[in-house]
């Protein structure tokens, strides 16, 4: 069954990226499934923090669903010719969203860490490091910022030497793919990304 579920969660989590790329809010529906299966693997392995984390994916994919509709709606009322269908909605990404973020990781990775090893988490350093980068940008993620993308190369990389210690093979293909995917997105977004704010 814990095979199933990995590659269960690859398949989804390939869709996922995908769609993420393309800025569909269909991924928000996938990203549920994707978190739930997530959720089952890293609680099995004692991996907590990134259980905590597919949890709060869980929670932003409705968030998310709904703000990125509300986005698109914004994007359509303002476009004047004939829509390509390829827009990306981007917002603006502030020095005060910078800092706070910053401090959020930084005391968010110490902490949760230490609750971590509380805990005997194999990885309680490096789980809750992920854990605390990806929570930050998937909140810049539901956002619609560009700069979420840097945020996801380091975490997939970091996602991947986790999930390769400790021998999940099917979940290291997928955040493997996910650094990958991460750098296209940047550069997607980027070329067809329109500020709506």
């Known amino acids: 069954m814990g095979s199933f579920m990995e590659i269960f969660t690859l398949v989804t989590g390939v869709i996922?990226?995908?769609?993420?790329?393309?800025?569909?809010?269909?991924?928000?529906?996938?990203?549920?499934?994707?978190?739930?299966?997530?959720?089952?693997?890293?609680?099995?392995?004692?991996?907590?923090?990134?259980?905590?984390?597919?949890?709060?994916?869980?929670v932003t994919s409705f968030i998310g669903l709904w703000q990125w509709g509300r986005a698109k709606m914004m994007l359509k009322q303002t476009d004047d010719a004939p829509g390509q269908g390829d827009d990306i909605h981007l917002n603006r990404l502030t020095l005060k969203t910078i800092a706070v973020s910053a401090l959020v990781v930084v005391a968010g990775t110490f902490v949760l860490s230490e609750v971590m090893a509380a805990l005997e988490n194999p990885m309680s350093v490096m789980d809750a490091s992920v854990?605390?980068?990806?929570?930050?940008?998937?909140?810049?993620?539901?956002?619609?910022?560009?700069?979420?993308?840097?945020?996801?190369?380091?975490?997939?990389?970091?996602?991947?030497?986790?999930?390769?210690?400790?021998?999940?093979?099917?979940?290291?293909?997928?955040?493997?793919?996910?650094?990958?995917?991460?750098?296209?997105?940047?550069?997607?977004?980027?070329?067809?990304?329109?500020?709506?704010?």
């Not at 923090?49 to 949890?55: C, G």
């Not at 539901?142 to 390769?164: G, H, P």
């Not at 021998?167 to 995917?181: C, E, K, P």
């Open 131 to 197: 854990a605390v980068l990806s929570a930050v940008a998937t909140w810049w993620l539901v956002r619609s910022y560009l700069e979420q993308w840097w945020l996801w190369i380091i975490a997939d990389a970091l996602s991947t030497i986790m999930c390769a210690t400790q021998g999940l093979w099917w979940m290291t293909a997928l955040y493997a793919a996910y650094s990958l995917s991460a750098v296209y997105g940047y550069i997607h977004w980027k070329r067809n990304g329109r500020y709506i704010e």
């Open 16 to 58: 996922y990226i995908i769609l993420e790329i393309r800025q569909k809010n269909f991924m928000w529906v996938v990203g549920i499934l994707t978190s739930v299966a997530a959720m089952w693997v890293f609680f099995r392995q004692g991996l907590y923090a990134s259980f905590a984390l597919n949890a709060y994916y869980l």
